[in-house]
Every structure is written in C-alpha cells, then in structure tokens.
C-alpha cells in the first residue's frame, strides 16, 4: 500500500487552492460581465466543441457534466438574453441544436481574452502545483516507500 507524506497533502491541497483561485477569477468575470458562471461554460463549451460533436443539449450537458435539465435552462436564460440561437436540426425535428449569436460571440471572446490573460499570470503557479502532485517517485524507492501518485 502505498503512503502519503506530509508533503503530498501540502501538494494536494496546494493544487486545490490554485484551481479554485482560477475558477473564482472565472465566476467574477462571468458575473461582472452580465452572466453567471454556468452560462459562460456553456458558451465556451459551445463554441470548443469538437467538430465531430452535435451541439445539442445532451452533448453540452455532457461537457459541463450537468443534467439534461440543467443545461435546458442554462440554454434558455442565455437564448432569452440573446446569445444563443436554438433552431431544431433539419433531419431530425425533435433535436434542437444551439449555436452562438454575434452578441454571444462578443461576449465569449472578451471573457476568453480575459481568462488567457489570467491564466498566463496564474499558469506558472497552477502548473508547479500540478507537477508537485504528479512528480514521479525517486529511483530506488520501492512501492511501498515512495509518495503516491495521485
């Protein structure tokens, strides 16, 4: 079995901090910008949806991992705001498929400039934290005396 130092907590709970230092940054910009932080998800998830991917309400909900529900009303508030368009797909009349506005467009791209500009100040620190978690184990060290991987 294999143990955990000190030094892998203070790691642990070391990457949680900054995680939730960046997505903290990510809820006020969301909000300062007009919009909660889970329609900005859905916004970007929108528009960074791989190619092979439909942008129906069952994929997004996948992405954000929400339930279908959820991502309903999500997709609701944020076409009754304008910034997304909800048409039902041609071949299949009972799938409802989302795109982005120019006004949604707009919005992501300001908020997404901006979380770049964060994470290029915030980056180095969220990635030192991440490798002090995944570090590998010294030569030598059998399974038993080294820190775990987590």
Do not use: C, W
Not at 54 to 62: D, Q, S
Not at 75 to 95: H, P, T
Request: charged share 30%.
């Amino acid at each position: 079995m294999e143990t955990l130092t000190p030094s892998d907590y203070q790691s642990l709970a070391e990457l949680r901090y900054r995680i939730r230092r960046f997505l903290r940054f990510s809820e006020e910009a969301a909000r300062k910008a007009g919009i909660e932080a889970r329609q900005h998800q859905l916004l970007l998830a929108l528009k960074g949806l791989p190619p092979q991917q439909r942008p129906n309400i069952g994929v997004l909900a996948e992405r954000l991992q929400l339930r279908h529900h959820s991502t309903v009303e999500l997709a609701n508030r944020l076409a009754r705001g304008g910034f997304v368009r909800r048409q039902r797909d041609s071949q299949d009349g009972r799938e409802v498929l989302l795109s982005l506005t120019a006004k949604g467009e707009k919005l992501l791209r300001s908020l997404s400039l901006d979380h770049r500009a964060e994470l290029r100040t915030a980056g180095p620190a969220l990635m030192a934290a991440l490798a002090a978690v995944l570090r590998k184990p010294r030569p030598g060290k059998s399974a038993a005396g080294r820190s775990a991987q987590v």
